[in-house]
């Protein structure tokens, strides 16, 4: 018995319709038909009946060559439905840790090597304090005396601004000086 992607691949060629006409045709995907035809999935619930109206089949004909196709075209075998041996997990019988029973790790009360049983972390009276240790290194920020933040004493804000205002005013009444002696010349020659 032929599988569905056998007769698809038949009736395009018989058509001579390229991949992407042939899926306009069937009124599918290109990816669909293209899986379609090389037999690597089987058409779906919604996609089956397109197929089956192209090749000039009745629905349950072609649900019926669909359903012994398997994904990769191959059938379905005697072992299709068997496990493999060798189940992930916990093997059967065994039964989760009990409420008496030790975790796994270390034993409680047991500490690493050489270090005395006790509280965490540094040991008590070794002296070293975390950080950067008195008198070494730079001080980070402003250096001592600098005063306070912001423009120097003496200098206003104002001050500045109008300066840069007034530089600006005299260029521009510069310009305009310029831009009226070249337009007096212009009026000269045209007269």
């Not at 018989?14 to 009124?27: C, F």
């Not at 009990?98 to 540094?122: F, W």
Request: aromatic letters at 2%; proline letters at 9%.
């Amino acid at each position: 018995m032929s599988s569905i992607s056998e007769l698809l691949k038949q009736k395009v060629a018989a058509k001579g319709l390229s991949l992407a006409k042939a899926a306009d045709a069937v009124g599918v995907s290109l990816p669909s038909m293209r899986s379609a035809l090389a037999g690597s999935a089987k058409p779906n619930a919604r996609s089956i009946g397109k197929y089956a109206a192209f090749l000039g089949m009745s629905e349950t004909e072609a649900i019926a060559l669909t359903a012994g196709q398997k994904r990769g075209g191959k059938s379905a075998g005697k072992k299709a439905g068997k496990k493999k041996p060798g189940k992930r997990g916990r093997p059967p019988g065994k039964a989760k840790a009990k409420a008496g029973k030790a975790k796994r790790g270390r034993p409680p009360g047991k500490r690493g090597p050489g270090r005395p049983p006790g509280k965490r972390g540094r040991p008590p009276g070794s002296g070293k304090r975390r950080g950067r240790p008195p008198g070494s290194g730079k001080r980070r920020g402003r250096p001592p005396g600098s005063g306070k933040r912001g423009r120097p004493p003496g200098k206003s804000a104002g001050a500045s601004i109008s300066k840069r205002v007034n530089a600006t005013i005299k260029r521009a009444s510069a310009s305009l000086r310029k831009a009226e002696k070249f337009l007096a010349k212009v009026l000269k020659s045209l007269k």
